[in-house]
């Protein structure tokens, strides 16, 4: 078994940007975890960014040297983030990596209340009709803002908190959630999943549904009581999920 840590990846989901990771990092970190919080490019970045430029953005900005480092990779995804978090494995799982004679590579996946899609789908193929609405009506072209992010986001979080978390929202860009993703990283690489009772933005049947559509025995699951944003309200249920699953996947 490896004596080093894992690296761990933090990928958030749509019009968050890293710094909502920062009660899971600070944790992590104390722990001994090297942490690289993710900002994606759809986030404040260009309104025409897709998953595949998001994919690639994480594959070219941290997954390259991580695994030419021979380091082992934990990718932890939140909402959106599970769709391009997921795609970026491509050619970086481990058994990838260990079919090139190296060490390292992407050693689990860990969804927090996030998408786990089939491949060829997209964010919007993929919710239920009565899925709640998070995209503002209120858009400047491709760039979107949430609808009503308290209540969807932060229900669970006093007023104060929440109120910092929702100013620090930015536009996300709308091709993300409309262009598919192709490759489905969690049949091969060990995954886990974060249910998340409370969540208003993505219904708890849902996640189930998710879950159950990936095949039995495919994902591991943990349920917590949290809304939408666990990585605010519970970060240390996040991170005792992190810690469990490198514990299982490294023993």
Not at 85 to 114: H, N
Request: with cysteine; charged share 20%.
């Amino acid at each position: 078994m490896p004596t080093s840590k894992p690296a761990i990846l933090l990928i958030p989901g749509a019009w968050h940007q890293s710094e909502c990771w920062k009660p899971v990092t600070n944790l992590l970190e104390g722990e001994g975890y090297y942490v690289e919080p993710v900002t994606l490019p759809s986030a404040g970045g260009p309104p025409s960014t897709s998953v595949a430029d998001d994919a690639a953005y994480i594959r070219s900005n941290y997954l390259e040297s991580l695994v030419a480092q021979g380091r082992e990779v934990i990718i932890v995804m939140h909402s959106y983030g599970g769709v391009p978090g997921t795609e970026s494995v491509k050619g970086f799982a481990r058994k990838d990596i260990a079919a090139q004679g190296k060490s390292g590579g992407v050693i689990a996946l860990v969804y927090t209340t996030a998408f786990l899609i089939p491949g060829g789908q997209s964010v919007a193929e993929s919710l239920p009709s009565d899925s709640p609405t998070i995209i503002s009506p209120v858009m400047d072209g491709d760039a979107t803002q949430a609808n009503d992010p308290r209540f969807h986001f932060y229900n669970d979080l006093d007023d104060e908190t929440a109120a910092k978390h929702v100013d620090a929202l930015v536009h996300h860009a709308m091709p993300s959630f409309l262009s598919p993703f192709t490759y489905e990283a969690y049949r091969d690489v060990p995954t886990t999943y974060l249910f998340c009772e409370r969540d208003q933005a993505i219904r708890p049947d849902f996640q189930r549904e998710m879950v159950a559509n990936a095949g039995d025995n495919v994902v591991r699951t943990y349920t917590c009581a949290s809304g939408h944003s666990p990585m605010l309200s519970v970060p240390e249920k996040v991170v005792e999920v992190i810690n469990d699953t490198a514990i299982l996947v490294r023993s």
